[in-house]
C-alpha cells in the first residue's frame, strides 16, 4: 500500500536586479565577489553562486523537515492528515500550490531540530518523550500514525503530537548530474532540484528571478521565484560536485577523552565539526576527491576568563596519506582561519594535538568544511 504527501507552497514577488554583487566558488574553491548580471547557471566551471550573504531564515520548532530520497528538504508547518488516510500536507510559503508524493519517496519527517537514529532496515518512529520505536510505518490518518514495532502483528495508533517524528527504511537515490540541473536552498530552509535552472533578468514589470522545472512524486512543473527567496544555487552540470566532508564515513582514529573525560567529535546539522585535541579523525572520500577547504578556529565560549583562555592552544595537521599538506597553530584569540588544500587521493586525516599546556581547553570547530570531486 503506498501513501503519498502533499506539500503547499507559495512565493512572494520580489524586486531584485542582476546587477548587484554575488559570490561565486569555481573548481579552486575560493569565493570571489562577481556582479550578478555576468553570472550563467551553464557555466561548467559554477559550482556555487550565493545570492543572500544573510543567513537562512531561522525555523520554527512547530515547523517540520521532510527529507526525500532524492535529495529534496521541505519545510513546512504540519496539517491534518488527508481524509483518505493516505496523505499528509504540509504548509510552506511557496507558491501556495500543492505537490504531492508517495511514501515510498520519503527518507524522514520530522520536528525542526530532532535527530532520528535506528537501523537503515527499519522504519523508527521518535516519540515526544524520546523514546524510539523500531518497526514499520502500517498507515497515516487524521488520528495519527499506526506503527507496528518489531514483530508485532497489529499496529498501534500513535497521535501525532505524541511523535516528534518518523523515518522510512527507504534508499537514498541521488539524482545524477545533469546539464541544466540544480539545487537551489530557499531563504526558508527548503532545498529543491530544479531541471533547466536559468536566471531571468529583471524588467520593468518584474523582478529578477530564476526558473526551472521541479520534479516531485513523479510529476513535473515549471516554477518561477524571485530572486529574493533564494539563498544559494549549486549547478548540478556533472564536471565537479561538491559534497560536505561531515557527510563522509568518518572515524575516531585516536583521541576522543580528555583526563577520563569522554569528549567525541560532534557534528552539527549545518556540518561543523567540534572536537577536543588530542584527536586524530580519518574520513573515506569519495572517488574523485581532489580538493578540501574549511574554516578553522578555536571553540570557546566568550564567559571563560582571560586568565583560563590564555591556557588554550593548539595545532592542527591535514594529512593526505602519511603526506602532511597543512598545518596550522591555533591560539585563544586568533581569528578563524580558511584551508584549502590539493588531495592526491591518499587517506585524509586530521589530527588535533594539544599545545605547551596540555589539553586544556583545546576545542576547535571546522566549518564549511567542503570536497571538490570530479564526476
Do not use: W
Not at 34 to 53: F, H, K, N, P, Q
Not at 255 to 279: N, Q, W, Y
Amino acid at each position: 500500500m503506498k501513501y503519498s504527501i502533499a506539500i503547499c507552497c507559495s512565493v512572494l514577488l520580489s524586486i531584485q536586479a542582476l546587477a548587484q554583487p554575488a559570490m561565486v566558488l569555481g573548481p579552486d574553491l575560493e569565493p570571489k565577489t562577481v556582479g550578478l548580471d555576468t553570472v550563467s547557471l551553464s557555466d561548467d566551471g559554477l559550482l556555487r553562486l550565493r545570492l543572500s550573504a544573510d543567513p537562512i531564515t531561522p525555523l520554527n520548532n512547530k515547523q517540520y523537515v521532510a527529507r526525500l530520497v532524492d535529495g529534496q528538504v521541505l519545510v513546512g508547518t504540519l496539517m491534518d492528515a488527508g481524509k483518505d488516510g493516505e496523505t499528509i500536507r504540509l504548509a510552506m510559503d511557496y507558491q501556495q500550490r500543492s505537490v504531492a508524493f508517495p511514501l515510498d519517496d520519503l527518507l524522514s519527517l520530522a520536528l525542526v531540530g530532532t535527530s532520528l537514529v535506528g537501523d537503515a532496515s527499519d522504519d523508527t518512529l521518535l516519540l515526544a518523550t524520546g523514546e524510539t520505536l523500531i518497526g514499520f510505518v502500517d498507515a497515516i490518518g487524521e488520528d495519527g500514525i499506526g506503527f507496528v514495532i518489531g514483530d508485532a502483528e497489529d499496529p498501534i495508533q500513535i497521535p501525532m503530537d505524541r511523535i516528534r517524528g518518523f523515518s522510512i527504511a527507504n534508499k537514498p537515490q541521488p539524482v545524477k548530474a545533469e546539464k541544466g540541473l540544480a539545487r537551489v536552498l530557499l531563504r526558508g530552509g527548503s532545498s529543491l532540484l530544479l531541471r533547466d535552472a536559468a536566471l531571468k533578468r529583471a524588467t520593468k514589470r518584474e523582478g529578477s528571478s530564476l526558473s526551472g522545472t521541479l520534479t516531485i512524486g513523479g510529476e513535473s512543473t515549471t516554477i518561477t521565484m524571485p530572486l529574493n527567496e533564494v539563498h544559494l544555487i549549486e549547478p548540478r552540470s556533472g564536471r565537479y560536485v561538491l559534497e560536505r566532508l561531515a557527510d563522509s564515513a568518518m572515524t575516531l582514529i585516536s583521541g576522543g577523552e580528555v583526563f577520563s573525560v569522554k569528549m567525541p567529535p560532534r557534528i552539527d546539522r549545518d556540518g561543523s565539526i567540534h572536537l577536543h585535541a588530542p584527536t586524530t579523525l580519518g574520513f573515506d572520500l569519495s572517488k574523485g576527491a581532489s580538493r578540501l577547504a574549511f574554516m578553522v578556529a578555536m571553540d570557546l565560549d566568550d564567559t571563560i576568563p582571560q586568565t583560563r583562555r590564555a591556557m588554550a592552544g593548539c595545532e592542527l595537521i591535514v594529512y593526505d596519506g602519511d603526506e602532511v599538506i597543512a598545518r596550522h597553530t591555533l591560539t585563544p584569540d586568533g581569528p578563524p582561519k580558511r584551508l584549502n588544500v590539493a588531495l592526491a587521493g591518499g587517506d585524509l586525516r586530521i589530527a588535533l594535538q594539544a599545545g605547551v599546556n596540555g589539553p586544556v581547553l583545546d576545542r576547535v570547530v571546522i566549518s564549511q568544511a567542503e570536497l571538490l570531486v570530479s564526476e
